[in-house]
């Protein structure tokens, strides 16, 4: 889940700044976090994972932060474009429950404007 | 197919009809799960299969609600005699075997129940 202190529901920024979503997980024993990127009428697209024994991972133009301490969870999209513009959901799960299904925050809209 | 294939892709029924919803996962994926996201919502695990093994029921809500895999591909979610709360996005994501992630997902069926 999320913290209500870190959730931010919707997120603004301009064409090409960097953009920073932030999520706090409630399970210390989560060991795989990821984040999809939902646009509408669309299904949850994969974009990057961490396990738990890393503290960063970086892909194209995206990053995952994790901060296994206070149990918080980045993604940061670099030069944010308007085709960025959709719903962000982090997960978690600790491979143990529920057949390693996913737990999934409320998410946050970016709205992208150029 | 490329993705996981959900069908139908809308669907409209009323109050106190049974309805079924179609997943075809990634060919060579032998984990499929089904999720429910409501509307602004994140999403909410249901039910999961992996291979010939027995399904986690442990997510679905009631009763009405019931899922069959056959032959380790297609699954089908039925819901009997649906209720209005039953309005949602029904989405389904497949993985290659059980722990293996990420998982990928389908477009979903919207359902609406009148």
């Known amino acids: 889940g999320e913290s209500v202190g870190l959730h931010l529901p919707t997120l603004s920024v301009q064409e090409g700044d960097n953009s920073i979503i932030n999520c706090a997980y409630s399970?210390?024993?989560?060991?795989?976090f990821i984040w999809y990127k939902q646009e509408s009428g669309k299904g949850p697209q994969f974009i990057i994972d961490?396990?738990?024994?890393?503290d960063k991972r970086q892909g194209q133009r995206v990053t995952v932060l994790l901060n296994k301490t206070v149990k918080h969870l980045s993604l940061q999209i670099a030069a944010t474009q308007p085709g960025d513009s959709a719903v962000y959901f982090c997960?978690?799960?600790?491979?143990?429950?529920?057949?390693?299904?996913?737990?999934f925050g409320k998410g946050t809209t970016l709205s992208v404007s150029s | 197919g490329a993705g996981v294939s959900q069908s139908p892709s809308n669907k409209v029924t009323e109050k106190g009809k049974d309805v079924e919803l179609r997943c075809d996962p990634i060919?060579?994926?032998?984990?499929l799960y089904w999720y429910r996201q409501s509307l602004g919502q994140g999403l909410e695990f249901l039910i999961y299969?992996?291979?010939?093994?027995?399904?986690?029921k442990s997510g679905l809500p009631s009763d009405r609600f019931s899922a069959e895999r056959t032959g380790g591909s297609v699954s089908t979610l039925t819901i009997q005699r649906t209720q209005q709360e039953d309005s949602a996005v029904y989405l389904c994501?497949?993985?290659?075997?059980?722990?293996?992630?990420?998982?990928?997902f389908g477009d979903g069926t919207r359902l609406s129940i009148l």
């Open positions: 060919s060579g994926h032998t984990a």
């Open positions: 399970n210390s024993a989560s060991d795989y």
């Open positions: 961490i396990r738990s024994n890393m």
């Open positions: 299969f992996q291979g010939n093994s027995a399904p986690d």
């Open positions: 997960a978690e799960n600790t491979g143990h429950q529920a057949g390693t299904a996913l737990i």
């Open positions: 994501a497949s993985s290659p075997d059980r722990g293996s992630q990420p998982q990928h």
